[in-house]
């Protein structure tokens, strides 16, 4: 039924730029989307995806380094790609910090987001997450920082911690990752709404709005019950 709300799921990697303005545009879209109707809801659920898994604990470097050798591009090119990056932010309202960013693996940040999903606050963790890396220069590929921001939203630092250094949910991350390769998923943020069409990147918060504006009428015409 229409009632029900639209299920999003979205893939991202808390050190993705794109991925936290995205995110800050959908949940823009989403709510031009709900407006003032009460029947229109949506329910997000966030999936792992490491845009760069061999990226060492403690990167020796800034983020325009790790930029210039990734991408095989000269550090003066990477400092432009990043200025850029961080003017689109700004327009939301975000305001990267790369000189004190702490660039780093961020498999425990994956954990750790699953971990907090386990406990109703997965939400609260991954914008957490994302001002702790983009805006405030903590090394989210630490356990014990990761407790600490855990602890800030709530959740048990002991807990979170035995859970980080026990891998307790590593399989979910690599489940996630799996689903993304199933689904071709090759960047991110990548949102599959409705378990049936796929939104690739940052788009407009106007542009995520007709998308669920879209699905919403296609449940109605339909009359598709979609599990949510």
Known sequence: MSSDPIKVDIWSDIACPWCYIGKRKFEAGSGLFTGADAERRVEVEYHSFELSPDTPVDF???EADFLARHKGISPEQAQ??????????????????YEHM??????????????AKA????LEMEERLFSAYFLEGRHVGKVAELAALGADIGLDPQELTQALEQHTFLDA?????RTAAEYGIQGVPFFVIDGKYGVSGAQEAQTFAQVLEQVWQLRE???EEVPA
């Open 60 to 62: 020796e470097g800034n």
């Open 80 to 97: 432009q790609m990043l200025d850029r990056v961080s003017g689109i932010a700004a327009q939301v309202g975000l305001h990267y910090d």
């Open 102 to 115: 702490q660039h780093t693996n961020t498999v425990l940040a994956h954990e750790a987001i699953h971990f």
């Open 119 to 122: 406990h109703g606050r997965q």
């Open 173 to 177: 991350v690599r489940a996630d990752q």
């Open 221 to 223: 015409q339909e009359g």
